[in-house]
Nanobody, 126 residues
Framework: QVQLVESGGGLVQAGGSLRLSCAAS????????VGWFRQAPGKEREFVAA????????TYADSVKGRFTISRDSAKNTVPLQMNSLKPEDTAVYYC???????????????????WGQGTQVTVSS
């Protein structure tokens, strides 16, 4: 089992940047695939980005491609999500999720993940 904590959310103006971090306590992210999801008020939770445990594979939702970057920071035992050129429509609570995987697979569905953080609020003003 792994405990996940998101951090780095806040209020920024459109065009600005934020760097979110998904931290795992008690264990490292070794052999865990990690995904970022977000949920805006009144909307369903949606996929944002994902990375394999090896860090060799990443994938992004079309809405954030070219603007967001997911990576692995082994030294800090975190999976950051760098968000650039933020838009008001990026406003949401952002969640990280993890799934133990024997293979270095990647997952985009919420149903694939076993562990979830509590979320961090990102607000982008117009």
């Amino acid at each position: 089992q792994v405990q996940l904590v998101e951090s780095g959310g806040g209020l920024v103006q459109a065009g600005g940047s934020l760097r979110l971090s998904c931290a795992a306590s008690g264990r490292t992210f070794s052999r865990y695939a990690v995904g970022w999801f977000r949920q805006a008020p009144g909307k369903e939770r949606e996929f944002v980005a994902a990375i394999s445990w090896s860090g060799g594979s990443t994938t992004y939702a079309d809405s954030v491609k070219g603007r967001f970057t997911i990576s692995r920071d082994s030294a800090k035992n975190t999976v950051p999500l760098q968000m650039n050129s933020l838009k008001p429509e990026d406003t949401a609570v952002y969640y990280c999720a993890a799934k133990y995987s024997y293979y270095s697979s990647i997952y985009t569905s919420m149903k694939a993940y076993d562990y979830w953080g509590q979320g961090t609020q990102v607000t982008v003003s117009s």
